[in-house]
T-cell receptor, first 112, second 112 residues
């Protein structure tokens, strides 16, 4: 069975500071891995995904994520956070592009 | 990426009634999906809906409770039948394209 753990329920970061969101997954083969963002009142938006190739994946809005097979992790990073990055972030794993299991989410608060 | 709309955006319904949620996509897609996001929880896949065939339900979800229609390649409906307060959730439609899975804005359902 596939599962995702996002250890941090809530993170507060200052504007301009770096951000790292943790994601650990459990899956028996090479997974598809995703990060989604859900802004208040908005739908889910795909930030980036990984299936194969370069383990450092670039996404939209300046986000990147690194796949580390040995640690079963797919952490999301952004070097400099903007106030508009305040949102809930979901990591997801799947056997393909669509049958996904989502983590519980991490809420990011950005302080001025 | 595909543009997805859902109707209604929100509703308050009485126990024992049914609600049909519509999902419209601006392009033809083979696979459409329905998810549920219960309060304070992550997303759970309800079913996969392919045009021209019966929907495939995930464990814990049954057709009698969540009947789905998929009459063409741009539209699907999910009905939440015989509702109880436990069905209060956000229901999301999603589609897959070559870049990944994209989600609609969701339908926020409250059952009283």
């Amino acid at each position: 069975a596939q599962s995702v753990t996002q250890p941090d329920i809530h993170i507060t970061v200052s504007e301009g500071a770096s951000l790292e969101l943790r994601c650990n997954y459990s899956y028996g083969a090479t997974p598809y891995l995703f990060w989604y963002v859900q802004s208040p009142g908005q739908g889910l938006q795909l930030l980036l995904k990984y299936f194969s190739g370069d383990t450092l994946v670039q996404g939209i809005k300046g986000f990147e994520a690194e796949f580390k097979r040995s640690q079963s992790s797919f952490n999301l990073r952004k070097p400099s956070v903007h106030w508009s990055d305040a949102a809930e972030y979901f990591c997801a794993v799947g056997a393909n592009d669509y049958q996904l299991s989502f983590g519980a989410g991490t809420t990011v608060t950005v302080r001025a | 990426s595909a543009v997805i709309s859902q109707k209604p955006s929100r509703d308050i319904c009485q126990r024992g009634t049914s609600l049909t949620i519509q999902c419209q996509v601006d392009s033809q897609v083979t696979m459409m999906f329905w998810y549920r996001q219960q309060p304070g929880q992550s997303l759970t896949l309800i079913a996969t809906a392919n045009q021209g065939s019966e929907a495939t339900y995930e464990s814990g979800f049954v057709i009698d409770k969540f009947p789905i229609s998929r009459p063409n390649l741009t539209f699907s409906t999910l009905t939440v039948s015989n509702m109880s307060p436990e069905d209060s959730s956000i229901y999301l439609c999603s589609v897959e394209d070559r870049l990944g899975q994209y989600f609609g804005p969701g339908t926020r359902l409250t059952v009283t």
